[in-house]
């Protein structure tokens, strides 16, 4: 059974080696194993889990809804309607941010439709961002929350 080294694992699943640690920190891949110089050594088998977490965080799944999926997966004499579920709740979640961004698009369009050419204090974009009374449509998150600014801005 072949092993592989932390690196090698991150390079047969095409992920970073934090992403690995954190995914062993938060119990959705098991602990490796150790040698006797204390390095982690991993099996196909870890591959495969690797790969369907990514796989699966590519598609959105929230880290629970993963958990549960590779519960699943791991016990395959279980009916798959909690896959279905999650699934479904999955695409419910794309299709509002798809309606979100396409509200977007069409705020974005129209700011700039009206925008001008002349000074910034007769810009209809900074008017736009400054008074969201002035927006033709809602189009904040559904939860009305924004992600935090990142440091520095």
Request: glycine content about 4%; hydrophobic content about 40%.
């Amino acid at each position: 059974m072949p092993s592989f080294s932390i690196g090698k694992l991150a390079k047969a699943a095409n992920v970073k080696v934090p992403t690995i640690r954190f995914y062993e920190q938060i119990g959705l891949l098991p602990l490796a194993d150790r040698t006797e110089s204390d390095r982690r050594i991993y099996s196909d088998t870890a591959v495969q889990r690797l790969t369907f977490i990514k796989h699966a965080r590519q598609l959105g799944f929230p880290i629970e809804a993963i958990r549960t999926l590779l519960d699943l997966a791991e016990h395959p004499d279980r009916a798959c309607d909690d896959a279905n579920a999650l699934a479904s709740e999955q695409l419910q979640a794309v299709e509002n941010k798809i309606a979100q961004l396409e509200a977007l698009r069409r705020e974005l369009q129209r700011m700039l439709t009206a925008g001008c050419g002349g000074l910034a204090a007769d810009c209809r974009v900074i008017e736009s961002l400054a008074d969201h009374r002035l927006c033709a449509q809602d189009h904040a998150p559904a939860d009305h929350t924004l992600p935090p600014m990142p440091a520095g801005t």
